[in-house]
């Protein structure tokens, strides 16, 4: 669940671009980690896009801030807002953005819970192919 709220050191934070959500890592306002072109935060060119830090305000883009809000399950997988951070300044500079396997939303679920995820892939793919069961 996501909520319009101020957001703590460590919290995943989220804007509506429209046709999808841009997904974050906050730090302070200062210090946003999330997927981008270095340099030019206007247009999200997959090929040059990098892990980059940059202020809230370049992140939201006059856009209104989601924060992510927990259930029990997700607080006990979630990781210490110290480990989150760090995890998040490891990846600085780091590239490889793929829409399908490894965008903003799967970035932040990494630094969050240690593992690559992405809501908004799994609704698409559910769409497009009528919900493949296992």
């Keep these: 669940m996501w ?11 989220k804007v509506n671009r429209g046709y999808y959500s841009h997904h974050g890592i906050y730090a302070t306002k200062n210090s946003v980690y ?13 090929c040059a896009a990098r892990i980059i830090e940059t202020t809230l305000e370049e992140f939201l883009k006059g856009g209104q801030l989601e924060v992510r809000v927990y259930t029990e399950e997700e607080k006990r997988k979630r990781r210490s807002p110290e480990e989150i951070i760090a995890c998040a300044q490891s990846h ?4 490889g953005y793929d829409l399908v396997s490894y965008n903003c939303e799967h970035f932040s679920n990494l630094c969050t819970f240690g593992s690559k995820e992405s809501h908004q892939v799994k609704e698409v793919l559910a769409m497009l192919f009528g919900g493949i069961r296992r």
């Design 34 to 46: 999330h997927f981008a072109p270095p340099g030019r935060t206007d247009r999200l060119d997959p």
């Design 92 to 95: 600085l500079g780091e590239g």
């Design 3 to 13: 909520v319009i709220k101020e957001p703590n050191y460590g919290d995943q934070i």
